[in-house]
């Protein structure tokens, strides 16, 4: 597996523009590889918070940066049409210079998102977010890679999709899937660039480590059953609860709560932009001191 790391970002659009532009060059200019949007149409904790919405938010974004990567941390499948979404990738790519990562899951459940409450959106079961899911990775993929393609599936058919301009990112924009169950893995080691994971919330520190390293070893056997070698697959962390506020303790917590998924294969880790004015100087080292002997 390549040892390569990367350090990303994820904001939330939940300040006015001219300060998501300030946090987005600051990031930059912090040296990160990434930043992110997550996609709901409301903070999952405070639903009537101010939000901006993801996918007109990114191109505005990606005009306001020149270097770092951006993407979706992630999209949830329910809120768009697969063929629209591959559109809005595509155009996005172009406005960034070929700087897009295509984040895609399943979407939470009604009973965490009132998103679906709100918008009058289906609220589908696991089972059959799972199984949309795999036709609209599959769809998004086969419309990036080509000019003309036609689909039929269970849940999405399309004919004759046209798909001009081609994507500055060839053969497509990569795909980030973020995955935790067997069968989402399976689609992460068949279609994914990057896996990506956030641990759950129900979970100790001790307990998301061995999660984490578990679902990794499993990514790794579903990548040999598809015939693709593992080490082609990042794998990426989302540093979420038990560990979001943690990594801020200290400069030297970091590398402390980082050191161990590295051993056990992590080679991508995304911080949440800091929620409290106390912990902008440590991000700041972590940025310009951990990080660098990290990579090193």
């Known amino acids: 597996m390549s040892t390569e790391l990367r350090f990303g970002v994820l904001t939330s659009p ?5 300060q998501m532009v300030e946090r987005w060059q600051t990031i930059e200019a912090l040296g990160f590889d990434s930043v992110w ?29 020149a270097r770092i990567r951006i993407g979706t941390l992630v999209s949830a499948i329910p809120f768009r049409n697969p063929a629209f979404l591959a559109r809005q990738a595509l155009t996005v790519d172009h406005v960034s210079h070929g700087r897009l990562e295509l984040g895609l899951g399943t979407g939470a459940s009604g009973a965490i998102d009132a998103s679906y409450a709100m918008t009058g959106i289906d609220d589908w079961s696991f089972q ?10 599959e769809i998004v993929d086969q419309l990036l890679c080509n000019e003309v393609s036609s689909y039929r599936g269970r849940f999405y058919q399309l004919k004759d999709t046209a798909m001009r301009p081609r994507p500055v990112q060839q053969p497509r924009p990569p ?6 169950g067997p069968k989402m893995l399976r689609i992460a080691a068949r279609h994914g660039d990057t896996w990506s994971s956030m641990g759950g919330f129900n979970l100790s ?18 990548c040999d059953e598809a015939g693709r070698d593992p080490s082609t697959l990042r794998r990426s962390l989302l540093l979420w609860p038990p560990i979001r506020e943690m990594v801020y303790e200290s400069a030297n917590a970091f590398t402390d709560i980082v050191g161990p998924y590295i051993e056990a294969g992590i080679n991508e880790f995304v911080l949440a932009y800091p929620t409290k004015d106390e912990q902008l100087a440590i991000f700041e080292r972590i940025a310009g001191e951990v990080i660098p002997k990290l990579r090193g």
Do not use: C, G, Y
Not at 37 to 43: A, E, K, Q, Y
Not at 128 to 137: G, N, S
Not at 175 to 180: D, G, W
């Open 175 to 180: 795909i980030t899937i973020a995955a935790h």
């Open 37 to 65: 949007l997550p996609d709901h149409f409301v903070d999952l904790r405070q639903p009537r918070t101010p939000r901006f919405e993801a996918w007109t938010l990114l191109p505005a974004l990606a005009t306001q940066t």
């Open 14 to 18: 939940s300040v006015l523009w001219e």
């Open 205 to 222: 520190p001790k307990e998301l480590l061995a999660v984490t390293r578990k679902r990794n070893d499993a990514l790794d056997e579903h």
């Open 128 to 137: 059959e977010r799972v199984a949309r899911f795999e036709e609209v990775v």
